[in-house]
């Protein structure tokens, strides 16, 4: 079993930031790529990024440009930054991990308005 503990949510203006980060801890070596979704009222969950122990990130078009994933291998840490966020940003994002299965942490709510 994997544990997902993710951090960093809140409210934001338009063209603000934040950073995420999530914690993994359990079976951390069969952990093969982590990432984060995230999930709008009356959505469906939807990939925003992904990064895998190689390295190799991936992107949802709609944050190419504005998020970056990038992980803390000494921390078990993966973490999501995110610039000039828009209202549309406005989510519960999840922490993932795949390995022997797919984890989920408890999502972070991520707001942004004026």
């Known amino acids: 079993q994997v544990q997902l503990v993710e951090s960093g949510g809140g409210l934001v203006q338009p063209g603000g930031s934040l950073r995420l980060s999530c914690a993994a801890s359990?079976?951390?070596?069969?952990?093969?790529?982590m990432g984060w979704s995230r999930q709008a009222a009356g959505k469906q969950r939807e990939l925003v990024a992904q990064?895998?122990?190689?390295?190799?990130?991936n992107y949802a078009d709609s944050v190419k440009g504005r998020f970056t994933i990038s992980r803390d291998n000494a921390k078990n840490t993966v973490y999501l930054q995110m610039n000039s966020l828009k209202p549309e940003d406005t989510a519960v994002y999840y922490c993932?991990?795949?390995?022997?299965?797919?984890?989920w942490g408890q999502g972070t709510l991520v707001t942004v308005s004026s």
């Open positions: 359990g079976a951390i070596f069969s952990i093969y790529a």
């Open positions: 990064i895998t122990n190689g390295g190799y990130t």
């Open positions: 993932n991990a795949i390995g022997r299965g797919t984890y």
